[in-house]
């Protein structure tokens, strides 16, 4: 049987525990930095977010410090259980504040009050993004997107091998997608009542230099799976992360 490539979220306890430790001693990642200021300068009025594999919500602590342009709730949908659990616990008493399990790849049920999607470093991970896509096409209600995701001059679909020595069923299982997607693929699902542009990524290198988990320690292949700087540029293993942020508006 083929998989669908979501199995690797719920077997990397490591990368899991490492998002919930953050969230627990206020780590700001730099692409959360970079998603409350993308949010600041993009979005406008009291924003209804729904976070696409927000996982225990590690990116609200600090989008809150920097939008300040209206009121702001937030929902984050994600595949993993453990990670709705520890958010619900650390965001308890807040009503603001909602966590779901879900994903991506059925994103209707979750958008019914939202008024802005958000999505950092989980759509390279999921097999296509048609079905968002489209939702965000009918959904009038939706008036910004904010995704960190790979983006080239064209589409590619990657599969990376997560075992270091067992090779069978070699991409049918015991792989994780890196897909990498164009401007003009989105601006086609998205169709013409949407404005979007690409910008940047923001991230420090010499923080990234250091940046390791502990699975490391006592297994070095699970480095692929981390990412490292090279010349400016974000690689992870063999592959090169074209990591930009894809902001859009509604515009009729």
Not at 55 to 79: F, N, Q
Request: hydrophobic share 40%.
């Amino acid at each position: 049987m083929i998989e669908d490539g979501s199995k690797y979220f719920h077997e990397d306890v490591q990368y899991s525990d490492a998002l919930k430790a953050r969230l627990a001693q206020g780590v700001e990642m730099d692409s959360a930095k970079a998603m409350g200021q993308y949010l600041q300068d993009w979005c406008g009025g009291d924003l209804d977010i729904v976070d696409f594999g927000g996982g225990p919500g590690h990116y609200l602590p600090v989008i809150r410090s920097r939008y300040a342009k209206g009121r702001l709730s937030y929902k984050s949908v994600d595949i993993d259980a453990t990670h709705v659990e520890f958010g619900k616990r650390h965001f308890a008493g807040q009503p603001d504040v909602e966590f779901c399990v879900g994903s991506v790849m059925t994103p209707e049920p979750h958008l019914a009050r939202a008024n802005c999607v958000v999505s950092a470093n989980t759509l390279p991970h999921v097999p296509a993004l048609a079905p968002l896509l489209a939702c965000l096409r009918e959904s009038k209600n939706i008036r910004y997107i904010v995704f960190r995701m790979l983006i080239g001059n064209e589409c590619v679909q990657i599969k990376k091998h997560l075992r270091a020595d067992h090779f069978e069923h070699l991409f049918d299982r015991d792989f994780q997608f890196n897909n990498i997607y164009s401007a003009d693929y989105l601006a086609h699902g998205l169709g013409p009542d949407w404005a979007l542009e690409i910008r940047p990524d923001i991230f420090d290198a010499s923080r990234l230099e250091q940046h390791r988990l502990p699975e490391q320690e006592t297994n070095p292949f699970y480095g692929n799976r981390v990412s490292r700087p090279v010349n400016g540029m974000i690689f992870k293993g063999d592959i090169y992360m074209p990591w930009k942020f894809v902001l859009g508006r509604r515009i009729a």
